[in-house]
């Protein structure tokens, strides 16, 4: 990864936690301590993308108290799924790489609390990827309105149906990863935006890796303005397209 690493890079833990921010100053230090506080054999990489909010300060304020806590400051919004990538390149080429790595969102939709949940998950599957589900049995979406979530029921039937994913929730961005399947995987990613959850899932299924999915709660953001705009739904779709269109 071309970009520079503020924070203790050597830093050796079981597990990766990857949170992409943008304009998350108001969420990005309660979250850190919220996965600070279940005290797990952690890492934290931020990928901040020059977020005008100041999130960034937040979190270097935060490395004075937390060592296992890095920053990845990016010049410009340069899209979530090169942010994701450029998180697992960091952690893969790291020198004692984690064993999982996971990635979530820094808006509270996604709650730090079910980090266990989808690492017991892993642990017992030792699968490619272990996916927080909203549609899965007890899973639930709380606070979007109904226009919200008829996007998102379209967005991941149409992923399901035509790469013929046998998943309830395809799109969803709470996810544990483990790092062998990254390392096999990453020089297959080249999403730039939202397209990247379909992405990972379809070369898993194409490299016969296993997905497991676990259910969660997702809650609407509490705080921040939304980052889902009409260019990352253009990517979702043109990456769909173009995947039915080769297989
Ligand atoms: N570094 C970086 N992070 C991003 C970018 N776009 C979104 N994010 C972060 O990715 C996560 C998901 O984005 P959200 O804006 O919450 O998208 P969403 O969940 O579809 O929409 P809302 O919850 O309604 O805001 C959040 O932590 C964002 O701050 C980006 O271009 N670069
Ligand atoms: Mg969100």
Redesign the pocket.
């Known amino acids: 990864m071309e970009y520079h690493i503020i924070g203790n890079a050597g830093v050796r833990s079981e597990i990766g936690v990857i ?6 100053a108001a969420n990005i230090a309660s979250i850190i301590e919220d996965i600070e506080r279940l005290d797990l054999d952690v890492s934290i990489l931020i ?3 020059s977020s005008p909010d100041g999130t960034a300060e937040v979190v270097l304020e935060k490395q004075k108290i937390y060592r296992n806590l890095l920053l990845c400051s ?1 010049p410009k ?4 799924g090169t ?1 994701i990538t450029d998180g697992f390149k960091f952690f893969l080429a790291s020198p004692n790489p984690p064993k999982y790595v996971f990635t979530m ?3 509270y ?1 996604h709650n730090p609390q079910d980090i266990p949940k989808l690492l017991t998950t892993m642990r017992e599957c030792e699968c490619a990827i272990v996916i927080g589900s909203r549609y899965s049995k007890g899973g639930r979406i709380k606070g979007w309105p109904l226009s ?1 979530k008829i996007v998102s029921r379209v967005a991941n039937t149409m992923a399901r149906r035509l790469l013929g994913l046998k998943l309830k929730d395809c799109t969803a ?1 709470f996810r544990c990863y483990s790092t062998v399947f990254l390392r096999d995987v990453i020089s297959s990613l080249h999403s730039t ?2 397209e990247i959850q379909i992405e990972t899932v379809r070369q898993a299924y194409l490299r016969d890796f296993k997905v497991k999915e676990t259910p969660v709660l997702f809650v ?2 509490k705080r ?5 705009a009409w260019g990352e739904i253009k990517s979702f779709l043109t990456y769909t397209m173009r995947a039915v269109w080769r297989s």
Do not use: W
Not at 224 to 228: D, E, N, P, T
């Open positions: 949170l992409p921010t943008y304009g998350e990928i901040d993308d990016r919004k340069s899209g979530l942010a969102d820094a808006d939709s919200r961005g935006t939202y609407n953001r921040g303005k939304s980052k889902l």
